[in-house]
Each structure stands twice: as C-alpha cells, then as structure tokens.
C-alpha cells in the first residue's frame, strides 16, 4: 500500500513552503508569530530613575528670569536698573511698599507681582493705573513667572 507516501511528501511541501522566502502562504497557514518578548528576570537591572513630571517646577532663577524680562518684552516698559522707562523700573521695588488706593498700603510680594502679570487691570486699584500693561494670561507659564519674580526680587 502506498497510502502513508503522499501524507509524508504533503508534510515535507508544507514545511518547506513555510520556509520558502517567496511565494503567499496559504490562507490557512497561521500567520508568522513575532518571537516572544524575553521575560524579566529577577536579576534585571531597576528601570532608570523616573523624569521628572511636568508639575515638578525647576527652581526660580534669577538668571532665566533676566532673560525671560526681555524675551516677554517687559524691558520695553519696565527698567531694571532705576532708569525710567515708558512705565517705570522694577528697580527695588520688590519689598517696597506701595499705595493701593483710598489710604491702603500693600508690600510687593511674589503674589502681587503674580497677580499684575496675569491680570493687570484687577491687579488692585492704584492711583493713576493706566490699564496699559497687558496681561499675560495664557503667554507665560507659571514656572517663568516664577523665573521673574525671582528676577525682580534680586533687582535692589
Ligand atoms: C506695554 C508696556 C508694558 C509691558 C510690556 C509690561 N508692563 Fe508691567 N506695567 C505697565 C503699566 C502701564 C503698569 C501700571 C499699571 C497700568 O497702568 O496698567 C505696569 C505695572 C507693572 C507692575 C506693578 C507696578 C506697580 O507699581 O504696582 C509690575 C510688577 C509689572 N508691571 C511687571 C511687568 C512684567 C514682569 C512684565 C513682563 C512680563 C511687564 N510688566 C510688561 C506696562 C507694561
């Protein structure tokens, strides 16, 4: 009987068309696996420290806050050094104690200065507030705003 031959020689077909680089495998052929993925072992090496996340502010800088004045434009505005400027300088002016309207004072701290970059005009009521700075709502990141506070504070 020769009924086992043909089986075997099937057999020997489809491996070898499995390996063949050409030619379509048949569509009941399974489709080539990707090898599996090594599994980690006990011994592998801990993953590197993990990046700092986003909400990780870096550290104020006085330095980046210097840049970031001109790059924002405040210098068009603002002096650092006490000379005048269209409106005024940042010169000491962190620490020092400004009139916020009908006999209130305010010390000029990093909130207030926050509070006028992002929104100057309800900043506070200071007489002869022009209204002409723009705020900056949405155009500087908090991290820069800390960046020129710092700035402004080291300017004295
Ligand atoms: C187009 C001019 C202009 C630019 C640019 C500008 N400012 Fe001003 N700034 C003003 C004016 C004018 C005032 C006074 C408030 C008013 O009248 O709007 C002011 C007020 C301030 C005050 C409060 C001063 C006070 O006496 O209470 C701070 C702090 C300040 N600006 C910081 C900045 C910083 C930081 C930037 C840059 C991110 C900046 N300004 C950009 C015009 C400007």
């Known amino acids: 009987m020769m009924v086992g031959r043909p089986v075997l020689l099937a057999v020997t077909c489809a491996s070898l068309c499995a390996c063949?680089?050409?030619?379509?495998?048949?569509?009941?052929?399974?489709?080539?696996?990707?090898?599996?993925?090594?599994?980690?072992?006990?011994?592998?090496?801990?993953?590197?420290a993990p990046l700092p996340s986003p909400e990780v502010k870096p550290e104020p800088s006085v330095a980046t806050g210097a840049k970031r004045f001109e790059t924002f434009g405040c210098n068009a505005c603002h002096s650092p050094d006490g000379t005048m400027r269209a409106f005024g300088t940042m010169y000491r002016f962190f620490g020092s104690t400004i009139e916020?309207?009908?006999?209130?004072?305010?010390v000029v701290d990093a909130a207030y200065i926050r509070r006028v970059i992002l929104d100057p005009a309800t900043?506070?009521?200071?007489?002869?507030?022009?209204?002409q700075m723009p705020?900056?709502?949405?155009?500087?990141?908090?991290?820069?705003?800390?960046?020129?506070?710092?700035?402004?504070?080291?300017?004295?």
């Open 20 to 48: 063949a680089s050409s030619g379509t495998p048949a569509a009941n052929e399974p489709a080539p696996r990707e090898p599996a993925p090594q599994p980690r072992t006990a011994e592998a090496p801990a993953p590197a």
């Open 100 to 106: 916020v309207g009908a006999g209130e004072t305010l």
């Open 135 to 156: 705020s900056y709502h949405g155009t500087i990141g908090d991290a820069d705003i800390d960046h020129l506070i710092a700035y402004i504070a080291s300017l004295r």
């Open 123 to 131: 900043a506070n009521g200071r007489p002869g507030w022009r209204l």
